[in-house]
T-cell receptor, first 111, second 109 residues
Framework: DAGITQSPRHKVTETGTPVTLRCHQTENHRYMYWYRQDPGHGLRLIHYSYGVKDTDKGEVSDGYSVSRSKTEDFLLTLESATSSQTSVYFC??????????FGPGTRLTVL | AQRVTQPEKLLSVFKGAPVELKCNYSYSGSPELFWYVQYSRQRLQLLLRHISRESIKGFTADLNKGETSFHLKKPFAQEEDSAMYYCALSQYNTDKLIFGTGTRLQVFP
């Protein structure tokens, strides 16, 4: 599991509220990723990081921001949650040319 | 544009039947292809990657560059193979994976 945890695991919030999801890893992997998983869309990349304070946008970055102030933590923030952001969010990490390792996921519901 | 296509949303078979989960890709360079599996309520995990050319849990996949396919096969399905399967492509010398939409495999007893 590459020592990847996500918090919270479940969250219900209201439209317009800010939400922050946390991904924590203990493997000192350089790369970290945030995906969302939706039926019919598979996994889509939101943002990723290739080092501390180095991030870049993915395929579906609108409405999301990220921060990585230390190697082990990668935060995903929804500044003002919308119902379209109801999804399951997965974090992943990678080192070198190895595969990506995934966290357990966070189920977010925006009412 | 790079794309991974999994044409089947759901594949249902009986135990002991052969299984083939289809994956086609579009990419102009030299791709690296993967199959990930997600069992019920669990995280995604790597099943196999084409460069390692190994068989995991009886599954194999061969990269066919002519047909741009990377189909996942197993000669005799087991009930514990029931899961969501994702095909993914990594662009050479980049940091990102592109996933297909996934195929749910149901194996009935």
């Amino acid at each position: 599991d590459a020592g990847i945890t996500q918090s919270p695991r479940h969250k219900v919030t209201e439209t317009g509220t800010p939400v922050t999801l946390r991904c924590h890893q203990t493997e000192n992997h350089r790369y970290m990723y945030w995906y969302r998983q939706d039926p019919g869309h598979g996994l889509r990349l939101i943002h990723y990081s290739y080092g501390v304070k180095d991030t870049d946008k993915g395929e579906v970055s609108d409405g999301y921001s990220v921060s990585r102030s230390k190697t082990e933590d990668f935060l995903l923030t929804l500044e003002s949650a919308t119902s379209s952001q109801t999804s399951v969010y997965f974090c992943a990490t990678r080192e070198g040319t190895d595969t990506q390792y995934f966290g357990p996921g966070t189920r977010l519901t925006v009412l | 544009a790079q794309r991974v296509t999994q044409p089947e949303k759901l594949l249902s078979v009986f135990k002991g039947a052969p299984v083939e989960l289809k994956c086609n890709y579009s990419y102009s360079g030299s791709p690296e292809l993967f199959w990930y599996v997600q069992y019920s309520r669990q995280r995604l995990q790597l099943l196999l990657r084409h460069i390692s050319r190994e068989s995991i849990k009886g599954f194999t996949a061969d990269l066919n560059k002519g047909e741009t396919s990377f189909h996942l096969k197993k000669p005799f399905a087991q009930e514990e193979d029931s899961a969501m399967y994702y095909c993914a492509l990594s662009q050479y010398n980049t940091d990102k994976l592109i996933f297909g939409t996934g195929t749910r495999l149901q194996v009935f007893p």
